[in-house]
């Protein structure tokens, strides 16, 4: 398979996994020159597009509560990664800190009643799940507590009752985040599902980053087909393994529309223009009508979530460092 550049080489593994590659790697955000291309660029498919957290490290993986008020997301700030969150329509964005530790703590997600936050934390020997209350950053507890693997990318389900996640063995070969050979050899994480509190775990399959679908009678996650990611769903008790997309590149790190008809996704796939093979943000419509492209920078853009109040949130570095944007997908089929 063709090099991709740094995108691709993240796209196995939860910021949280990247983390401990950088630790070994060294830090610091890479600059890296886009490619001009041939024919002009499109405006992307997104209403009131707006960059809205920017640092000089990578503002990455953003997800907003389920009513859509707070938009918490993972930076590099100091020596390590802690999660932080913000209330997206304050004119000017303040963002708070939401962990400090000396360790790194990545891949946030809230709460089904957005007082708390789950995120994994390299704080002891292995990465493991943790949930701590927004208001004071207080109340800080272990979810997971497992000596023999590395548990990560947890989703709450909407009731609040269950967690899904996903776990490597502490055995298994993780990718780095620079390493460039694409002859190496892929291996999913596999998926779990526990109580709240971390109890009564259960494997379900394997596969990265998972997301509950807006009723919890599914789960969404991307996983390796063949020699590349596609998007897959699966039952919450690991029945009806479903593929969702099936292109040559690689589909991933997708997430639901909130009425659980539409997903958005990041993709490499060829688009609209041929600028060069970088990843943009899609849209598919699971009830049949189709597929559109919703950016076309040429960037890298990931880390989709589709917000309750419409809005689209990703990651893109389109202005060098990774920086976290937003905006209202544009639906051909639907105007």
């Known amino acids: 398979m063709k090099e991709r550049g740094l995108f691709k080489s993240i796209k196995l593994l939860s910021l949280s996994v990247l983390v401990i590659s950088l630790l070994f790697h060294g830090c610091g955000t890479t600059k890296k020159e886009l490619e001009v291309p041939e024919e002009p660029i499109p405006p992307d498919n997104l209403i009131d597009l707006v960059r809205l957290v920017s640092h000089i490290s990578d503002d990455m993986f953003a997800e907003a509560c389920p009513n859509g008020r707070l938009v918490t997301y993972s930076t590099k700030k100091g020596k390590n990664f802690d999660v932080f969150y913000f209330n997206p329509s304050q004119k000017k964005i303040n963002v708070v800190q939401a962990t400090r530790h000396i360790s790194d703590d990545t891949d946030p997600g809230w709460g089904a009643n957005c007082k708390e936050l789950y995120f994994t934390s390299s704080r002891l020997k292995t990465l493991s799940v943790w949930r701590i209350k927004v208001a004071g950053g207080r109340g800080v507890n272990q979810i997971t507590v497992r000596e023999d693997a590395n548990d990560f990318n947890p989703n709450v389900s909407p009731n609040g009752k269950k967690i899904v996640f996903t776990s490597y063995n502490k055995e298994q070969e993780r990718e780095s985040l620079f390493s460039r050979n694409e002859k190496k050899e892929k291996r999913d994480p596999t998926l779990w599902i526990s109580n709240i509190d ?24 991307h996983a390796i087909t063949g020699d590349n990611y596609d998007i897959w769903m699966i039952n ?14 690689d589909d991933m790190d997708a997430s639901w529309s909130q009425d659980g008809t539409k997903i958005v996704f990041s993709s490499d796939r060829e688009g609209t223009i041929k600028v060069k093979p970088n990843f943009d943000i899609w849209l598919l419509d699971l009830m ?20 309750i109040d419409g809005y689209v949130y990703f990651h893109s570095n389109r202005k060098e460092s990774y920086d976290i944007y937003r905006g209202k997908p544009i639906i051909p089929w639907e105007k």
Do not use: Y
Request: glycine share 18%; aromatic share 8%.
């Open 198 to 221: 971390g109890t009564r775990m259960t494997q379900i399959g394997s596969g990265n980053n998972p997301k509950w679908s807006p009723d919890g009678k599914k789960i969404l996650f």
């Open 236 to 249: 919450p008790d690991g029945t009806e393994l479903t593929q969702i997309t099936t292109a040559i590149d």
């Open 288 to 307: 049949g009508p189709g597929i559109t492209q919703l950016t076309f920078d040429p960037g890298d853009d990931g880390g989709a979530f589709w917000s």
